[in-house]
């Protein structure tokens, strides 16, 4: 392959172009917006709950994001924080209300079917590879922008 740059990074930005616009199109069909298909998802994986910090990882997003998407999902009566004990909300954990679990539901289906969709003609073993593949490069690049990051000015 001549250019392995222009190759990579174009297919990666169309990828993510492509994932942002099924999350929208998909979360819209449900009265939703694209920011809250993976804090819905993430809570639809831990019925034990997740503190905001825990999203906030979990999504790769930032604390403000994670916290305006809370909070309308919790207007939305999708979600929910019991925060008792005299805790502040961002140290409780949130859980999908009954509703919110019936649309996680929903969720989980039209994303295994774009997923479907996208890896028609492809074998488990290609498949597998990809993925795999995949997990390789990005703890690279990470390893890359951590041995090359620039210095904090408190690091001098």
Do not use: W
């Amino acid at each position: 392959m001549e250019n392995r740059f222009e190759t990579f990074s174009g297919s990666i930005v169309q990828l993510n172009r492509c994932l942002q616009k099924i999350k929208d199109l998909e979360m819209r069909r449900l009265g939703l917006r694209a920011n809250h298909a993976m804090c819905l998802y993430y809570l639809g994986r831990h019925p034990e709950g997740l503190t905001a910090t825990q999203l906030t990882d979990l999504c790769r997003e930032d604390k403000a994001a994670i916290s305006r998407t809370l909070a309308q999902l919790a207007e939305k009566d999708l979600v929910c924080c019991p925060a008792s004990d005299g805790k502040r909300s961002y140290r409780a954990p949130y859980y999908l209300t009954s509703q919110g679990q019936a649309l996680v539901q929903k969720i989980n289906n039209r994303a295994e079917y774009a997923l479907s969709t996208g890896g028609q003609g492809l074998t488990d073993a290609q498949r597998t590879a990809f993925y795999e593949a995949m997990e390789v490069i990005l703890g690279n690049l990470e390893e890359y922008l951590e041995q090359n990051r620039e210095p904090a000015e408190d690091d001098c």
